[in-house]
């Protein structure tokens, strides 16, 4: 099934678009969360949001949630882990899933820790984001998971029936979740110290720490969400931020990008507005295909 627009992410951008896309009949599917915006149920206090006067960020996800639910817009949690322009279409991939769409919005908020030197220069040359997509590569040989949530743990087990060694390297705060140790198996070896660098010549071989090194075949690093170039392959970025124009176009044809992830200033009601720019732009796109089509 191809589906008009697929917009990635669940928080004000995203639901924004999702909404002004729903309304103007096209066929969407929305990847995201339960809790739609992990930075957004963490506001104590919001002032600037027009109408919500003094809400809690945890009361504005509730309105959120509210509104598309009352128009049948469900979030599918499914984490995309690439998106491919193919030419009439758009192919985002889950693990070994695969969806497609004639146009993308973007709405996946910024990465905010900068990459591990070498983790950019590596990737798909032994750096990757995603276990279960390149998991088999790495039958019988050593990997190292540089984890920066809770799932890493998850991709480092499914690691570990396949890789003759996996290490697991924790990169959140200890103190917020539980031990590292805990919920891996016993055959993961836990290494508590801060990754300096990604070593390779072609390939990846080592990985650096302040007291020593380990030999490599593969990492992956695993976060909430990946940068804008390996997202997405051949997008124009500027730092950590998808280049748009004013329109909310990207530099690829029939795909948009809006709220945090399109620049700053970082603002629930600026990723509204910007989630039904991109919106409005995408219909607008879509229209034009068809009647294009129709000659």
Partial sequence: MRYDIAIVGSGPAGLSAAINSKIRNKNIIVFGNDNLSNKLVKAPSIDNYLGFHDISGEDLKDKFKE?????????????????????????????DEM????TVILATGVEYGKP???????????????????????????????????????????????????????????ESLVRAS??????????NDRPIQIHGDNLVNKVEFKEKEIDVDGVFVIKDSASPKSLVPGIETDGPHIKVDINMKTSIEGCFAAGDCAGKPYSYIKSAGQGQIAA???VSYLDKLKLKNKK
């Fill in 67 to 95: 509104h598309i639910d009352s128009m049948g817009i469900q979030i599918l949690s499914k984490k995309i882990n690439s998106i491919y322009a193919m030419g009439e279409y758009f192919a985002l991939m889950s693990g």
């Fill in 182 to 191: 805990d919920e891996l198996e016993t055959s993961i070896e836990v290494i």
């Fill in 280 to 282: 409005l732009n995408a």
């Fill in 99 to 102: 969806f497609e769409a004639t």
């Fill in 116 to 174: 591990i030197k070498g983790e950019e220069e590596f990737l798909g040359k032994g750096v990757g984001y995603c276990a279960t997509c390149d998991a088999p590569l790495y039958r019988d040989k050593k990997v190292a998971v540089i984890g920066y949530n809770k799932e890493s743990k998850e991709e480092a087990n499914f690691l570990s029936e396949i890789a003759s060694k996996t290490y697991f390297i924790p990169m959140y705060k200890k």
